[in-house]
């Protein structure tokens, strides 16, 4: 068995690997709170080629271990839309999708959706309700005031409270939930800007340090110039690893050429 052409593919795979995440982070460069990622290579089992030199090992290429994501503050955003909300800090916010499943995110680009009658909640652009410290979805308040109550003769005798459509921003904005996890690290980046909780993380509970910033957003942590250096250098590992399939399938077909 040619080893060599079984190292140069493994790197391939690998290198592959490695341009797809590089190319997702680069892809996500505009998503509001998205952590880039990062790819951990390490090397694959050594073996003793000879039972007579123990200390002649032969290495069979590179996996990806493990993928990282980065966990760092990215830039504000002042959007100026009154739903739009950042946390400067390591919280996150809390949404529950269709199917009762729960996810922390980071991106707080909300919007409300009519429910039914007068009953308004907080979602997320998917359609998400965005969930407050109990765990609950968030009902919509709007501003009361007051107008006066007039007779048949048209004189006041008094005053009466009605809700108006005005949102009250103040009001929506303490009903947010804020949620921490004791290692961020821990977390499992999914679809759609969510991280998933697992073991690692611990369970989410509710923030001590509740900070929130209205009418911005968190950017993408994403570095396009490093990305692009990362994604050049991945590339040219992959071609020097095709070259070394390239290069040990040709040595093989001399070989068998040679003994035929």
């Known amino acids: 068995m040619n080893i060599s052409f079984y190292t140069g593919a493994s790197g391939m795979i690998a290198q592959q690997e490695g341009m797809n995440i590089y190319s997702h982070n680069i892809a996500n460069v505009n998503t509001v709170g998205f952590k880039s990622l990062r790819p951990s290579f390490a ?96 009902v919509v308040p709007f501003v009361e005031e007051e107008r006066p109550v007039m007779d048949e003769d048209g004189n006041i005798t008094g005053t009466e409270r009605y809700m108006t459509t005005k949102i009250d921003y103040d009001a929506l904005t303490a009903q947010i939930g804020i949620f921490a996890v004791d290692n961020n690290w821990g977390l499992d980046q999914n679809e759609d800007n969510h991280f998933a909780v697992t073991p690692r993380s611990g369970e989410p509970v509710v923030a001590e340090d509740r900070e929130l910033i209205r009418e911005a957003l968190e950017m993408s942590t994403v570095d396009l110039a490093s990305e692009m250096v990362h994604l050049i250098e991945t590339q040219r590992s992959y071609q020097f690893s095709a070259r070394v399939v390239t290069t040990s399938d040709e040595m093989m077909n001399i070989a068998n050429n040679l003994r035929g």
Not at 51 to 61: D, F, M
Not at 103 to 128: C, K, M, P
Request: proline share 2%; glycine share 6%; hydrophobic share 30%.
């Open 43 to 138: 090397d694959c089992v050594y073996t003793v080629q000879r039972a007579t030199e123990e200390e002649w090992q032969t290495g069979h290429g590179q996996y990806i271990m493990k993928t990282d994501f980065m966990w760092e503050q990215g830039m504000f955003y002042m959007s100026d839309q009154p739903l739009d909300y950042a946390i400067p800090n390591d919280n996150f916010f809390m949404v529950r999708d269709e199917r009762g499943r729960e996810y922390l995110t980071r991106d707080g680009s909300f919007q409300i959706s009519h429910i039914n009658n007068d009953h308004w909640e907080l979602v997320t652009a998917r359609g998400e309700f965005v969930l407050d410290n109990e765990k609950n979805h968030i």
